[in-house]
């Protein structure tokens, strides 16, 4: 007993005299006096390759810089006109191009969506309720999450067509139904759970309800409208090194050899928050662009000066140039709470509160980002990150958004 008390108080006092010798990053971001300082200090500390920010107050710009590298290698500066690819923002902008078909009299938000789809999704718990759009664009269809970074393709879009994806993971004859695995245990409109398979199924009604592929909605009714010109659900929009650099990041134990990426959270929560590697310490990984078999749930490229101008739309009841992207009374619905307090008080039509504001965040391999609004005061914050977000780059988007509140929105 005595000698593995032994053992362990010399493993005990080399392990504290390793955290007393190694490397540690400097944090320096809480103590800049300028927003600017602040931001370029915390990319530093939290290893983002670079980070786009737009802020808009009483409906008007008054911050858009960007900060870093698009790209390492090259050392291309991210600006506010970098596009890249915004993850889950892409929602609520699909919520925008089926309310839109709704204006013109093409969908139901209410109706069975199997109306409108060339195979059957039929929830083996629904007991005779149907599944809606209404219930897909507030995560209460009672289809389950699921998305699977090994189905991405490679530096291209996918080549695998979204209902034959969709089928293959919803159908009882499809090759991956697997007993429907992909469906709650709760009846549709009965339970909230955030379903990405589920914004997969809204996309494919709306290229069916629309008579064109949703990258195609998109662009002519509300990228081309708002003058959004780098944004693009199709990869093969964007030239070979248009877009931002997805990045993973590696923390490593000096001296040891031994690293963690977010693929591995509890061993890269504890050496960020222990042992806080310093800067040489960190390697940052490029992956390649991807294109989603599912890419509804998150397949929009854009720049923050793009989504600036989706926000300054949103905060001018929808106005785009001299027309409108919605009716006011689809406008209201896209905005007003959806739900029963008792299944959930914060879930718009693809949208969501949060802390005090209405919007969207995404991530993704090797990218994380933020879009919200407050209609009442007018005011927007974007943030685009080319990273895979883990435990310290949530809290320095957390950061990020209190400061910007303080320092450029003065609240």
């Not at 059957?120 to 309720?129: E, L, M, N, T, Y």
């Not at 923050?304 to 300054?312: E, P």
């Amino acid at each position: 007993m005595k000698k593995l008390l032994g053992v362990l108080l010399v493993l005990v006092v080399a392990a504290i005299g390793y955290w007393l010798v190694a490397p540690r990053q400097p944090m320096i971001s809480d103590a800049a006096k300028s927003f600017d300082g602040f931001a370029a200090a915390l990319i530093d500390e939290q290893a983002i390759p670079g980070l786009a920010i737009a802020v808009v107050k009483d409906r008007k710009i008054v911050h858009m810089r960007g900060y870093g590298f698009a790209d390492l290698r090259s050392r291309r500066p991210m600006t506010p006109d970098t596009p890249m690819n915004i993850a889950s923002i892409s929602k609520p902008i699909l919520g925008i191009v089926l309310l839109q078909l709704r204006d013109k009299g093409r969908l139901d938000l209410d109706a069975d969506i199997n109306r409108f789809l060339p195979f059957r999704v039929d929830h083996p718990q629904a007991k005779g309720r149907p599944i809606t759009l209404r219930q897909l664009a507030t995560h209460t269809s009672g289809i389950a999450d699921y998305y699977d970074t090994a189905d991405y393709q490679p530096g291209a879009d996918s080549p695998t067509p979204l209902t034959m994806y969709l089928r293959s993971l919803l159908s009882p004859a499809g090759a991956r139904y697997d007993a429907g695995a992909h469906y709650l245990d709760a009846q549709p409109g009965t339970a909230r759970e955030y379903s990405n398979l589920g914004a997969g199924v809204a996309g494919a009604v709306a290229e069916r309800a629309g008579g064109a592929p949703l990258a195609a909605l998109a662009r002519d009714n509300i990228f081309a409208p708002l003058g959004m010109a780098n944004s693009s659900w199709l990869l093969a929009d964007y030239p070979a090194g248009k877009l931002a650099t997805r990045y993973e990041v590696y923390q490593c134990l000096p001296y040891t050899g031994l690293c963690a990426s977010t693929g591995e959270p509890k061993r890269n929560y504890l050496i960020g928050k222990i042992f806080r590697p310093a800067h040489a310490d960190r390697r940052v990984e490029p992956y390649p662009q991807f294109g989603n078999p599912n890419y509804p749930d998150g397949g929009v490229n854009a720049s923050a000066r793009d989504l600036t101008l989706l926000a300054q739309s949103l905060l001018a009841d929808g106005k785009a140039g001299d027309g409108r992207l919605l009716s006011p009374a689809a406008f209201d619905e896209m905005l007003k709470l959806q739900l029963p307090p008792d299944i959930d008080d914060r879930q718009r039509f693809f949208w969501r509160d949060r802390d005090g504001m209405t919007g969207h965040a995404g991530s993704d391999d090797g990218v994380y980002t933020s879009f919200y609004f407050d209609r009442a005061k007018g005011d927007a914050i974007i943030v685009l990150m080319n990273r895979t977000p883990d435990l310290e780059t949530e809290n320095a988007m957390a950061r990020l958004f209190a400061r910007i509140k303080t320092d450029l929105l003065r609240r």
